[in-house]
Structure formats: structure tokens, C-alpha cells
């Protein structure tokens, strides 16, 4: 079993920042392909960055150059750097990896989220 646990969400002011950390554990080999989402009340929930195998990253236009994902391979974690934070950015933020585990083929996981609130 593999489970994705994130933290670091809050209540910052518009203009702060929050670091968001998702914690992979289980039967891991390798995460190949991670990814942090978020859903706003009333809205789907939607793709926010990607950070490939091949360390090739994406973002979405809203959030460029103030975002950053980046990951620790040692530690099976990876994290969300949110700077310049926005009242649009609140949102609950769900992290999402594709993992290779030593029991079977990769799949795709899912963290619980966790809250993010910008005002002031």
C-alpha cells in the first residue's frame, strides 16, 4: 500500500508564502511522475504543476513564476513552494504522484489535501 499525507497549508496574507510538503510511504521503488492539484469551493478541481521523471516541470499560466514543485528522491517527498500568494490561489491542494511500487505495477495516488487561505 502507498500512502500520500501533505502538509503546510494555513492562512497567509496576500503576498506571503507557504511551503506544501507531500510525504510518500509504502512499498515505494521509485516515484516516476508527481503533481499538486487544487479545488476552490464550488470549482473542480484542477491541475496546478507537474514534475516529471525526466525533471521536466509544468505549470499553469496563473501560477508561473511564483510557484515552484520540487522533490527529495532520498526522502519519497516532494513539495510545493507558493510565493506572492494571491486570494485566488485558496484552495484546498491535493499532491498526486504516479508511483512504481515493489508489489506490482505503477499506479496513481491521491493525498488527502490540505486547506490553503489567503486573506487578509
Known amino acids: 500500500q502507498v500512502q500520500l499525507v501533505e502538509s503546510g497549508g494555513g492562512l497567509v496574507q496576500p503576498g506571503g508564502s507557504l511551503r506544501l510538503t507531500c510525504a510518500a510511504s509504502?512499498?515505494?521503488?521509485?516515484?516516476?511522475?508527481m503533481a499538486w492539484y487544487r479545488q476552490a469551493p464550488g470549482n473542480q478541481r484542477e491541475w496546478v504543476t507537474s514534475l516529471t521523471e525526466g525533471d521536466i516541470t509544468n505549470y499553469r499560466d496563473s501560477v508561473k513564476g511564483r510557484f515552484t514543485i520540487s522533490r527529495d528522491n532520498a526522502k519519497n517527498m516532494f513539495y510545493l513552494q507558493m510565493n506572492s500568494l494571491k486570494p485566488e490561489d485558496t484552495a484546498v491542494y491535493y499532491c498526486?504522484?504516479?508511483?512504481?511500487?515493489?508489489?506490482?505495477?505503477?499506479?496513481?495516488?491521491w493525498g488527502q489535501g490540505t486547506q490553503v487561505t489567503v486573506s487578509s
Open positions: 498526486n504522484a504516479f508511483i512504481s511500487t515493489v508489489l506490482g505495477s505503477p499506479n496513481v495516488y
Open positions: 509504502g512499498s515505494i521503488s521509485s516515484i516516476l511522475n
